[in-house]
């Protein structure tokens, strides 16, 4: 894998955030989703939730 992509050079926009849940780099903070202290894509937004529900949910379990 190359350390430095070259497509798109001239698009290139700085990175405002990162996502919680894939750890790729956030663009636009518009398109994002805030789920708690957390910041994530739209489209990755079930899998954060699901995660978090899951070690919530383990927790309370009797």
Known sequence: MDRFDTRGDSQQQPIKAHCAACGQGIYELELVY??????????????LVDAELFTAGEEDEK
């Open 34 to 47: 805030k789920c708690q202290d957390e910041i994530c894509h739209k489209e990755c937004l079930p899998t």
